[in-house]
């Protein structure tokens, strides 16, 4: 099975534009949820879909946003970037969020604000 | 009350060492703990889980001890080598909270030959 595959890996974008990053979980996996990954913030938790609904979210502000469509794939969006959103962006997918079902990462996308 | 506290932030052990990483919670929610183990470049992996019903767990080298009444657990590693040279990740989930994973700040972990 093939795991979570995001993309781009890498990006350069400079302050105030918006970029998009594109996640495909794990086959039959329903559930996606983003992480942001900063040496000094470590990681944290952006949002969490299923079934097209954003079921969770983390402590960022509205310039974050998501959304997944019918086949679990997801996008996350980041308008009037700031250079604090240099970071590894990461999605992680797992069966559904009930229970305790197992979550898996992809390699991250990794994102670089001048 | 949503912090994961981990420690050390950095540990080097010699090839057959078993290195100690400990993590700390204070909400009484969290119900699952997983650890993850990243390599430079690389998303985290999952390494072994557990949930507060058990005490300790065990996967190959990996052992998970966890103690419910101290709200602590920690990640053992036996004979460890110079591939397990990594950041290691511990993480609490609550229930109900799906995806969200709230992570512990990470340890260095270095295997010298």
Known sequence: ?114 | QQQVKQSPQSLIVQKGGIPIINCAYENTAFDYFPWYQQFPGKGPALLIAIRPDVSEKKEGRFTISFNKSAKQFSLHIMDSQPGDSATYFCAARGRNQGGKLIFGQGTELSVKP
């Open chain 1, 1 to 114: 099975k093939a795991g979570v595959t995001q993309t781009p890996r890498y990006l350069i974008k400079t302050r105030g534009q918006q970029v998009t990053l594109s996640c495909s979980p794990i086959s039959g996996h329903r559930s996606v949820s983003w992480y942001q990954q900063t040496p000094g913030q470590g990681l944290q938790f952006l949002f969490e879909y299923f079934s097209e609904t954003q079921r969770n979210k983390g402590n960022f502000p509205g310039r974050f946003s998501g959304r997944q469509f019918s086949n679990s794939r997801s996008e996350m969006n980041v308008s009037t970037l700031e250079l604090g959103d240099s970071a590894l962006y990461l999605c992680a997918s797992s069966l559904t969020p009930m229970g305790n079902n197992e979550q898996f990462f992809g390699p991250g996308t990794r994102l670089t604000v001048l």
